[in-house]
């Protein structure tokens, strides 16, 4: 939905969704048929009189067959139908994203690869088409690669990584050049990844992407000067915050959105989402962690020691659980772990979450815009604990939704 912007901001309108990624469904079908169950029953809660946006997951196989013939008129004529309308495309995961193990294979295929670039295209070409008129839009996507995938290539993964990414750009350009729809891929840092915490961001944007050298290889593809290519490659390369990421990762908020903004990177998108926090280990009873260690995803967890130490980081929840001296939880530690929870929440029992690092972040819109779009981002509903799901799924998504538009007002 378009909410109103802060008081004397005049950097554009903003839209606030939620991420469809939370509906399973890998065929265009599949997806389909979960889009037209729960995007009419969650606008009727939040947005009755109003058009409500669709911040939309498409696997690469869902995309492909979205864009065949009468699909998309199909799909267009839903959303005209219901008052709805896309503004966002979630990217990142390009293939099964429930119920099946998904762990470190959701960053595959990598930015290193011709699939992650074609994917990405396939899903600017579909955004175009799906995007209002005078409408932005934004994907969402891997923030590179994940370390472990990345060990044996160093800096030739990422020169790779920023050549198909400027390709990716060109490809962007030439859309607005042919539809005057403007969109941005906004790379998601994330623990455990090329790109992990902001900082990470303006050195891979730094040294890959706005060097000299790279903006020469963009004037080059775009046959301009090094201006022109440079203000291409910041219109449409920029970075999705998530909140969640973020907090796990013992990110500042305010700092980390005046380290992006400082070096003139585009936040395209925040994503609005909690992650669990255990602010004394030590003190928690030995199955307090046994609900949470699921076989989907991975659940990297950041630990800040008392003793005032750096941060240690391990890749999943198991392998925290089991660098505890001798399996008990007897030592104070601060752990902040990426389990997407419901954003309303503050305190489930056992756990506190990261909701004040996403109040600060709104705290900070309320005075000036960060990002022309926000999204909801809270797709674990299949594996939160039972008593973590308050209500059915729309009832679930609309209360975030709320939740998000009384922090803002």
């Known amino acids: 939905m378009r909410l109103n912007s802060p008081a004397g901001d005049a950097s554009g309108p903003v839209h606030l969704s939620y991420c469809t990624n939370v509906h399973p469904g890998e065929s265009w079908n599949d997806t389909f048929d979960a889009l037209r169950t729960h995007l009419p029953a969650v606008k009727a809660r939040v ?28 799909f267009q004529a839903f959303l005209s139908d219901h008052g709805l309308y896309v503004f966002t495309v979630n990217g990142f995961p390009y293939g099964a994203f429930h119920r099946d193990r998904v762990k470190d294979q959701v960053y595959l295929p990598d930015w290193r690869t011709p699939e992650r670039l074609r994917y990405s ?22 923030p590179g690669g994940y370390r472990p995938h990345l060990v044996r290539e160093g800096e030739e993964g990422s020169r790779a990584m920023a050549a198909n990414l400027r390709q990716h750009a060109l490809h962007l350009h030439r859309i607005a050049q042919d539809t005057g729809r403007h969109i941005v891929l906004a790379l998601e840092p994330e623990p455990w990844c090329l790109l992990e915490t902001s900082v990470d961001a303006v050195r891979f944007f730094e040294s890959h992407l706005l060097h000299p050298d790279s903006v020469a290889d963009m004037a080059a593809r775009l046959g301009a000067d090094n201006s022109l290519a440079e203000q291409v490659l910041r219109a449409h390369l920029g970075v999705c915050l998530d909140a969640c990421h973020a907090a796990v990762a013992f990110e ?6 005046d380290l992006l903004e400082g070096a003139g990177i585009r936040i395209a998108k925040v994503q609005l989402s909690v992650g669990l926090h255990a602010d004394n280990v030590g003190g928690l009873p030995l199955g307090a962690f046994d609900e949470l260690n699921d076989a989907v995803y991975l659940h990297q967890v950041v630990e800040r020691p ?15 659980l089991a660098a505890l001296d001798g399996g008990s939880l007897s030592l104070a530690r601060d752990w902040r772990i990426h389990f997407h929870v419901p954003i309303w929440c503050r305190d489930l029992g056992a756990f506190t979450t990261t909701q004040p690092f996403l109040q600060a972040l709104l705290a900070r819109h309320r005075e000036r815009s960060i990002a022309p779009h926000l999204e909801v981002e809270t797709y674990t509903w299949d594996v939160l604990p039972p008593r973590w799901r308050r209500g059915p799924l729309d009832q679930a998504i609309a209360r975030e939704l709320n939740w998000v538009l009384e922090q803002l007002s």
């Open 252 to 257: 500042d908020p305010l700092a980390c959105l």
């Open 47 to 74: 947005a009755p009189t109003h058009p409500f946006g669709v911040g939309l997951r498409l696997s690469a196989r869902a995309a492909d067959e979205l864009a065949l013939p009468g699909a998309l008129t199909a």
């Open 306 to 320: 008392s003793s005032g130490e750096a941060l240690r980081r391990f890749d999943d929840l198991p392998q925290a």
């Open 121 to 142: 295209d396939r899903l600017a070409d579909l955004l175009a088409a799906l995007l209002p008129d005078d409408g932005l839009g934004t994907i969402s996507t891997v």
